[in-house]
């Protein structure tokens, strides 16, 4: 509004009377009087239905003071917002309410139906009871979000009432029973997701009427019955139902689904089988789950032409044939583990060392494998073997030292000794398709990433440690833990033939059991011994009957004949992915014993001191050796020396050596700034560097602290120097990461037994 110099002077007059005014009368009606009285009585009601004790009625819910609208920090998980529309006279209306992350302990206000203007209402974040009030069927909601609570029973059928919504989310809390067929009225509604819930029963056929949606998300329920045919929501473009309860097959119909970018359907019921669906119209797919749905036959060649395709998770299915070569296309993951794929490994996924994708080949049916291991692409048993204790062809390069009878392993942890008992340390950041084994006793493959989660989180995802002080008998053991996504393995190897007793440890150390929505976390998973699905839909905190407390599994006579004893954990879509923070979810193992259950034989074994001096002199004549032959190799090819040097094709005299003063380095890396820390391995650090004339390298900071042996550090620096050899030479992809002391060793050792 604009005023005249005199029309101004009255207006701040009129305003300052005003002010004395109220400073005369305090009258609580009169100072929120934008509001018309029965919305301010309302509120009332509100505050007191949703436990909302902090509200200050002397202060003008629309005039966005702090107490009534509280800036929030890009917070996904806190709001505090009243928000009013004026209109010119000042007479103003509530039209949003945003209390997010409070952990109000009250129920969904049915006194919202006095605000007859509201149209916006998330609580999500809280620790609300109850269920929809009938109330609100008089309101003219545009949007509700109640994710996170912990509402309960059906979903009341006067949710049909509310035609006027577009957004409805209802994920994380409790709700059970059959969805209604009401829910088909809601003829405007873009966005429906009931994700996480307990909701039973087949989807109503109405839920195809609501052709105005544009994302339905069904997951981690148990629905029953088939994927109903969504083939009239032509608008979807995100459609999940990880989990959902819901049989197979995947609906021809939706080919027609065409403008999806997300599509995420896994572990269906049901055992029928089918063909890869049509899904060749969905050019604009961006992420493509279609995990666990008993597919067969091979992939498709169009996925190719999904020019935005960047994730894609066909895992445990029974798919084989040829991979289609998505090399085009930035794919940034696939995890294809758990089918039949047979034939070699496709180049395109060995041949590009320095990219960024990352591919899971795990547990497949090739026949030709490389004989390297990958920080990228998982081929822990991605072939079929003659020998059937080969969990990876670059085992070949960890030959066993020796015959094991127990393994210890403290997951995600450092070393620790419990009685006559060492755990030894899990302490790899691992990756979304990773399998470098860490010595020739153990280690463990991991595949998956988590969907949903924010790209800035920073926190290594894989790895989870206590939020509280633990109590429990042996704690060490439970502090840290290993969280997957998908699927992990821990394999023992090298061991005696005979049978075992595997002991799984395992605690809820993330969830917590707060009156706050904090505490409202399922985590359900899947447990397997040597490949027997053991435990299925596995909830440590029921089990243990409540958070912080250990729940130990034992299994006797595990039998072991080739030397091998896997264990396996496996998210199948159920429990949530909301809380505590979003898309942090998946299996949580703490701690890992296989041991014998009989009695180990006399070792024929060469004494241990000679062993180590045979050890020691194996290592210092492997190392020179080492040096002396890639420095050779380098300085051949021309790898000593800088871009310009070599691609002149001068050797020789005047090459630059690739030595580089510490001083030098440490300009490089900026003295190892934090920010310039690419990793962490098991020597030490990784970092990124600039030299002076803009190069850029890697530098590894090797750590005097390592508890490795030197064996490990040999073959550290056998993997970083023919990978870097590696991505200069691509058109001739050479194995790598072979173990050139590994040969040596076994000699010098000989063959154990
Ligand atoms: C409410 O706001 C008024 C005016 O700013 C202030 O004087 C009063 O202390 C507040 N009340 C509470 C409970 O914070
Ligand atoms: C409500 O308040 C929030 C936060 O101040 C603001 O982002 C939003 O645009 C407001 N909405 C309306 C309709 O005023
Ligand atoms: C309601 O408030 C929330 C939180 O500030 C905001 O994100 C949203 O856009 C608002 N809605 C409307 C319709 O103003
Ligand atoms: C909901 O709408 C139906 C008609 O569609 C009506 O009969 C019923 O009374 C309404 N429910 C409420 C609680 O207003
Ligand atoms: C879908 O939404 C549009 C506006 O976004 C609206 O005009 C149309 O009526 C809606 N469709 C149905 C079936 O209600
Ligand atoms: C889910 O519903 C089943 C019965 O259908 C019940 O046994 C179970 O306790 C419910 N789970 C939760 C978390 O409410
Ligand atoms: C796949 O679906 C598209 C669009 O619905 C259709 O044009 C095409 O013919 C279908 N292909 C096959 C092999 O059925
Ligand atoms: C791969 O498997 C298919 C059947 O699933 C078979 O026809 C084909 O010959 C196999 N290819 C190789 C290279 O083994
Ligand atoms: C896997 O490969 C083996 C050997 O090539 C073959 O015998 C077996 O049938 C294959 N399995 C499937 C399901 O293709
Ligand atoms: C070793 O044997 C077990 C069962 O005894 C089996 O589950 C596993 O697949 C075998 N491992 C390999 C690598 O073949
Ligand atoms: C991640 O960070 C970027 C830049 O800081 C920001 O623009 C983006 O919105 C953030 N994404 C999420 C999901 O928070
Ligand atoms: C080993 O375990 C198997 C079952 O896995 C059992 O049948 C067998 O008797 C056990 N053998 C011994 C020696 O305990």
Known sequence: MMFEPSSRLLFINTLILCTLLFLQIPDIQAQVGHLPPSEVDALHEIAKQLGKEDWNFSLNPCDGNANWRTPTLNSQMFNNVVNCTCSPDDACHVVNISLKGQDLAGVLPPSLAKLPYIKWIDLSYNYLTGT??????????????ASANRLSGRIPAVIGNLTTLEYLTLENNMFSGKLPVEIGKLKNLKLLILTANNLTGELPMELTSLT?????????NYF??????????????????????????????????????????????????????????????????????????????????????????????????????????????MYLTGNFFNGSVPSWLTDEFDNEREVDLSYNNFSDVPQSCYERLNLFRSYTSTNDSDLGKCLKSHPCLKTYYSVHINCGGPKVTIGDKVYEADQDLTGAARFLPSNDHWGTSNTGSYWNRNPNATINDYVATNVSILSMKDSQLYTVARRSPLSLTYYGRCLANGNYTVTLHFAEIIFRESRSFKGLGRRVFDVYVQGV?????????????????????????????????????????????????RGLYGSLISAISMESEFKPLELKQISHGKKRTFLVIGVVVAVLLLILTVVGIAWKKGYIGNQISRERGLRGSDVKTGVFTYKQIKAATDNFAESNKLGEGGFGSVYKGALLDGTLIAVKQLSSKSKQGNREFVNEIGMITCRSLFSEDREQPKPCYTNPLASAESKLVGKPG
């Open 533 to 581: 699905n053991t435990i299925k839909n596995f909830d440590i905190k029921n089990e243990a009957g409540g958070v912080d407390k250990a729940v130990i599994k034992t299994f006797n006579n595990v039998r072991v004949t080739n030397g091998t004893l896997e264990i396996r954990f496996q998210y199948t879509g159920k429990g949530t992915t909301a809380v505590p923070e």
């Open 132 to 145: 929809i009030p009938n109330e609100w069927a008089s309101t003219k909601l545009v949007f509700v979000s």
């Open 212 to 220: 105005n949606l544009t994302e339905l998300r069904l997951d981690s």
């Open 224 to 333: 029953s019955g088939r994927i109903p045919n969504l083939g009239s929501l032509t608008q979807l473009e995100k459609l999940e139902m990880q989990g959902s309860g819901l049989e197979g097959p995947i609906p021809e119909s939706i080919s027609l689904l065409t403008k999806l970018t997300r599509l995420a359907i896994s572990d269906l019921n049901g055992e029928g089988s089918q063909l890869f669906p049509n899904l060749s119209s969905m050019t604009s797919m961006r992420k493509l789950m279609l995990r666990g749905c008993n597919l067969r036959g091979s992939i498709p060649g169009y996925l190719s032409q999904m020019s935005n395709l960047q994730y894609l998770d066909l895992s445990f299915n029974d798919l084989g044939g040829d991979i289609p070569d998505l090399s085009d296309i930035d794919l940034e993951k």
